[in-house]
DNA sequence: CGTGAGTTTGACCAGTTGGTCAAATCAAAG
DNA sequence: CTTTGATTTGACCAACTGGTCAAACTCACG
């Protein structure tokens, strides 16, 4: 195993490889669905020269949702109490909707894990998530309550955020078959945008 | 293997009983994360025991699937040509919700395999449901062309019924953590309501 | 009871899989 | 060029997995 210096750019170059590789892997089989094998060869390398850098399929698995989990939460991180509560929402969702276009793997990872009961998540979600989720579920009833955007249960306006925006990216399968040759996401960001408008424009 | 004609009581009893534990394995830890022990310990059957009833690990897993498709869709089928626009759809959200809560581990099975791209489904979905959804994205337009009901790309309409509703049951393990003591499905009906009468209630 | 079909199981097999290890190869600093 | 640590690999192992099979057991029915 390298040693506990700086890496070196051969540690860097393979690393980053083997990560890259472990993602195409894991969100299209899962975790227990994926090889060691299967990885190796996908980031170029043999089995035991994986294990040189990683030591175990697990902390591959880890690393990577880790990894991910910062950059997941990012766009709601950014919900900002000072702007213009409707635009705000709005640009949530446009913000996630790009993120399902851009790293749909990653969101599939994701789902993975959490429709197979989230056992190696739970810790996360109940620490990390859930203290975001309930800063920001106050903050959207205070809009509400300011009469500022119409009411509706705060944590499942977030819910749905998540569900309608990551739809696109877990489920690309089904949706790609539906749409034949156009573009799902062509008219997705209008969908949503039409229709968190109409839910959330507060009535004059 | 059990004879070619009527089932006794035992392979009647037997198969289901395999049939229901496969669910719940199958529905947990998806196809490959799945062993023929785990499914055959759930049912309280020996392994070659198991194997006297199905011939294979994938014709348990064919067979369920193949039951699930058939329930999944009747929702959408109901939804009436000669009803009520915006009550035909109201009550078509709060019938594939009511799926979720009843049925949250074919959900998930379901889930599983779109999230994977759905090798065991490509056909069906490409055929069965396609056919399924042209017809009631028709219907849908015909709608929106009426009047009856606002204008919204028909297909992601249904997209978002399918995303908002199954949401509950696939990523339930994230909403349960994050709701804390709260059951999600005493609010969730409302929402969604609300959601789509918001979103579909024609401008008068 | 006896008998034949239906049912169950322990033992087994071959292929796969995560992971190890010693030996070989490579890279870079002196 | 040499040396030393970093990197790579072929061979290997033990555990697991899907599936087989012959032998044993059970059950319904005459």
Known sequence: ??????????????????????????????????????????????????????????????????????????????????????????????????????????????????????PRLHDVIASDLNVLVEEKAQLLQGWMDAGRINRAHPKHLLFSIWSLTQHYADFDAQVRTLMRDEDPFDAAPQYLETLYRRMLTPKT
Do not use: C
């Open 1 to 118: 195993m390298p040693a506990d210096r700086a890496p070196t750019r051969i540690q860097k170059k393979n690393r980053a490889a083997i990560l890259e590789a472990a993602l195409d892997v894991f969100s299209s089989h899962g975790f227990r669905g994926s090889t060691v094998d299967q990885i190796a060869k996908a980031a170029g390398l043999s089995k035991p020269n994986l294990l040189y850098y990683f030591p175990s399929k697990e902390a591959i698995f880890n690393e990577l949702m880790a990894g991910l989990l910062d950059t997941w939460l990012d766009p709601l991180r950014a919900l900002d109490p000072e702007g213009e509560p409707l635009e705000e929402i709005l640009a949530y969702v446009q913000r996630k909707l790009q993120m399902s276009r851009d790293f749909p793997r990653e969101s599939r990872l994701y789902a993975n894990e959490i429709v197979q009961g989230a």
